[in-house]
């Protein structure tokens, strides 16, 4: 079975850290551009972060930009996402996604990982 399994979300402190993990089953990310989205309640999905195969080329929104790193594994089938000096606008549920590069192969979203910056 091809899925995606996010790990790392939590309850953190304002300036907190955390790094989510994104990892593949049934399928190589070799062959996939991968992403995190987030969704926080009561607004609609938006783009984190996105990286290239094999992650050469690297996307974040504005305002995550100097706060968070997105970084792929495909030696271990994973994708992380390091957040630093978090913020509570960071709330949200956090996806990961596969987007394929290849004929024939299709796209993969994950169940979500929670990250709740409150003090």
């Known amino acids: 079975q091809e899925q995606l399994v996010e790990a790392g979300g939590g309850l953190v402190q304002p300036g907190g850290s955390l790094r989510l993990s994104c990892v593949a089953s049934?399928?190589?990310?070799?062959?996939?551009?991968m992403s995190w989205y987030r969704q926080a309640l009561g607004k609609e999905r938006e783009l984190v972060a996105n990286?290239?195969?094999?992650?050469?080329?690297?996307n974040l929104k504005d305002s995550v930009k100097g706060r968070f790193t997105i970084s792929r594994d495909d030696a271990k089938n994973t994708v992380y996402l390091q957040m630093n000096n978090l913020k509570p606008e960071d709330t949200a549920v956090y996806y990961c996604?596969?987007?394929?590069?290849?004929?024939?192969?299709?796209?993969?979203w994950g169940q979500g990982t929670q990250v709740t910056v409150s003090s």
């Open positions: 996604h596969a987007n394929p590069t290849a004929w024939g192969l299709f796209p993969h």
């Open positions: 049934g399928f190589r990310i070799s062959f996939y551009f």
């Open positions: 990286i290239s195969t094999p992650g050469v080329i690297t």
